[in-house]
Structures are given as C-alpha cells and as structure tokens.
C-alpha cells in the first residue's frame, strides 16, 4: 500500500524565527507548560539538530480521553534548516506506531506571511500496515492535534511577547 500524504495550513501572527525557535528548537522546554493536560513531560536525547530524539509523555487524564491507545511518542529529527524554518522528523515509538501505522514522518515549515507573521504548513506521510488502508478518521485527528500544539505554541507566544524574541 502506498503511503498517504497530507497537509494543512494556517496563518498566525507570530513571526516565523520566533514561532520556529519555540516550536521546534525549544519545543521539550515549554510542551509541560503549553499543554499541561496533555504533556507529563518531555526530555531531548542529542544536541537539537538532526538524529535528536524528542519523547513526549502523557498525562493520566490525556490517556484516559484517548481510551489508552498509547501513553507516549518519541520522534527523531531527520531534517533542521534553522535559516529557512523547516524541520523533517519521523515518529520512532510509541503513538500509534505499530497500531495505526508502520511509518510516519512529518515536515514542518514556518513561512513569511504578507503581515510579518506566519504561514505555518505541515504535511504528514504515512504508511499504513501491511494490508491496511490509513482511516481517514485518523487523519483527521492527527490534523487537529497537530493544529492544537501549534495554536498552543502560538497562544504562549502571544502572551508572552518577550519569550523567544
């Protein structure tokens, strides 16, 4: 089966060095505080560029709204241009890594938007396992998690101004 891809956008008001340096580069600093219903902890293996791992632990609450299905996900930068805001990461572990899906990897690029801000556009490919198709449902939740993050990310930023700058 081929792997599926898909993208969304959205637009903020945060300027794209900014929103990269946050939500990439600094991302396993501020998850706890961003997310705290969501994000239990999270720690960094490697020196932020590319072969870092980054792994995300759930809180007890964020489990039990999602039946359990998994507890955590661990990802690994394969790509980092720090001069033109874009990352590349794979999902190692955990997630619906071997449940769901048998590989997925994501690009992350942070463009100029006309107002200084932010064109924020991610696009996912994932293979399902063998014999599968990947449920659309499925996409569309991962679609609205990753918009949540970053709307996260996005609302952090814009309530403390200085953070990041």
């Known amino acids: 089966m081929a792997p599926v891809t898909y993208s969304f956008e959205f637009t903020s008001p ?7 340096k946050a939500g990439i580069l600094h991302m396993h600093e501020i998850a706890t505080q961003i997310m705290p219903g969501v994000i239990k902890s999270a720690s ?7 072969g870092t791992t980054k792994e995300y632990h759930f809180t007890e609450e964020y489990i039990s709204n999602i ?17 033109n805001f874009v990352c590349k990461y ?17 690009t992350l690029e942070f463009k100029p938007a006309a107002n200084g801000g932010t064109v924020f556009k991610a696009t996912a490919e994932v293979e399902a396992l063998d014999g599968q ?3 659309k449902e499925e996409e569309s939740k991962a679609k609205e998690g990753m918009v949540g993050v970053y709307k996260a990310v996005e609302a952090y930023l814009l309530a403390n101004p200085t953070a990041y700058a």
Do not use: M, Q
């Open 14 to 20: 945060i300027a794209p060095a900014r929103f990269f």
């Open 90 to 106: 794979t999902i190692v572990e955990g997630g619906s890594l071997g449940t769901t899906y048998k590989a997925a990897s994501h």
């Open 44 to 50: 960094v293996s490697g020196d932020g560029g590319v």
């Open 67 to 83: 039946g359990g299905a998994y507890k955590h996900v661990k990802d690994r930068t394969d790509a980092l241009d720090k001069e």
């Open 133 to 135: 198709e990947y449920p």
